[in-house]
Nanobody
Framework: QVQLVESGGGLVQAGGSLRLSCAAS????????MGWFRQAPGKEREFAAA????????LYADSAKGRFTISRDNAKNTVYLQMNSLKPEDTAVYYC????????????????WGQGTQVTVSS
């Protein structure tokens, strides 16, 4: 069983940056593909970014491309989401997710979820 705890959310002005962190415990972190999702008020949860267990493969939603960067530090059991050029439409609860994968690949379906961290971007 993997436990995930997100941090780093907050209030930022449009054009600003935030770095989200997700600390994992309870599993072999380097065997898990990781992802970030977000859910805005009144909307369904949507995929933002994913990374394979080595960090060598990444995938981004169109809305995140060029602005968000997902990375991981397997020595620290942590995955990050660097968000730049933030827009008011990025306002959402951001969730970290994990899934064990046999190969070093990115995925969009996950088994384990964190509780989320709120990101609010003011105009």
């Amino acid at each position: 069983q993997v436990q995930l705890v997100e941090s780093g959310g907050g209030l930022v002005q449009a054009g600003g940056s935030l770095r989200l962190s997700c600390a994992a415990s309870g599993g072999t972190f380097s065997s898990y593909a990781m992802g970030w999702f977000r859910q805005a008020p009144g909307k369904e949860r949507e995929f933002a970014a994913a990374i394979s267990w080595s960090g060598g493969n990444t995938l981004y939603a169109d809305s995140a491309k060029g602005r968000f960067t997902i990375s991981r530090d397997n020595a620290k059991n942590t995955v990050y989401l660097q968000m730049n050029s933030l827009k008011p439409e990025d306002t959402a609860v951001y969730y970290c997710a994990a899934v064990w994968t046999l190969t070093d690949t990115v995925v969009v379906e996950y088994d384990y979820w964190g509780q989320g961290t709120q990101v609010t971007v003011s105009s």
